[in-house]
């Protein structure tokens, strides 16, 4: 069955410090993978997706991602944290012509000044 | 381009009381739609999708039901809320490329 771990509940830094969220999937085809951002009480922002191609995908806000298929991850990261990117940040994996998206559990940024 | 809304953006309801979240999309054609439920500190569970009018598919057997009367409309209901519908209701739709892009979301309080 498919599914998607984000092994860190909650992570720290400080600002300016350099981020890396962890996902690790578990899918039989080729999947398709996606980082979603979430601010409190608003929507989800799509941050980046990979499809295929590069394994290093660049998103909005600063943000970059890397598909490793022999390590099943796709893990999300950002040289340097701003204040403003405290939210929480949901991975998720998709397939070719399905209709469902599994996503993470989510992990929560938090940001010190 | 296309846009996603919501509405309510907040409810507050009393136990036994019905309930009719609406989301609506502009500016594509024959999305598929779906709606979450996001309880607090937890992450999104899918209720339900839809590929077209009328086709409503039931992740979670529970107290709620979907509908899709239009092509861009999908609404969420319940005939009577119970206190563990309280959350925070996700709406989201995708063409074929399977990227969900989501709307306001609405937070419901049951009572």
């Known amino acids: 069955a498919q599914s998607v771990t984000q092994p860190d509940i909650h992570i720290t830094v400080s600002e300016g410090a350099s981020l890396e969220l962890r996902c690790n999937y578990s899918?039989?085809?080729?999947?398709?993978l996606f980082w979603y951002v979430q601010s409190p009480g608003q929507g989800l922002q799509l941050l980046l997706k990979?499809?295929?191609?590069?394994?290093l995908v660049q998103g909005i806000k600063g943000f970059e991602a890397e598909f490793k298929r022999s390590q099943s991850s796709f893990n999300l990261r950002k040289p340097s944290v701003h204040w403003s990117d405290a939210a929480e940040y949901f991975c998720?994996?998709?397939?070719?012509?399905?209709?469902?998206?599994?996503f993470g559990a989510g992990t929560r940024l938090f940001v010190k000044a | 381009s296309q846009t996603i809304h919501q509405w309510p953006a907040t409810l507050v309801q009393p136990v036994g009381s019905p309930l009719s979240l609406e989301c609506t999309v502009e500016?594509?054609?024959?999305?598929?739609l779906y709606w979450y439920r996001q309880a607090a500190g937890r992450g999104l569970q899918l209720l339900f999708y839809?590929?077209?009018?009328?086709?409503i598919s039931s992740e979670v057997p529970q107290n709620l039901s979907a509908s899709r009367p239009q092509d861009r409309q999908f609404i969420l209901s319940s005939k009577k809320l119970l206190l563990s519908d309280s959350g925070f209701y996700l709406c989201?739709?995708?063409?074929?490329?399977?990227?969900?892009?989501f709307g306001p979301g609405t937070r419901l309080t049951v009572l």
């Open positions: 998720a994996v998709g397939a070719t012509g399905g209709f469902k998206t599994i």
């Open positions: 839809s590929v077209g009018i009328g086709q």
């Open positions: 500016g594509t054609s024959n999305p598929n």
């Open positions: 899918y039989g085809a080729t999947p398709y």
């Open positions: 989201a739709w995708s063409a074929e490329s399977d990227t969900q892009y």
């Open positions: 990979y499809f295929s191609g590069d394994t």
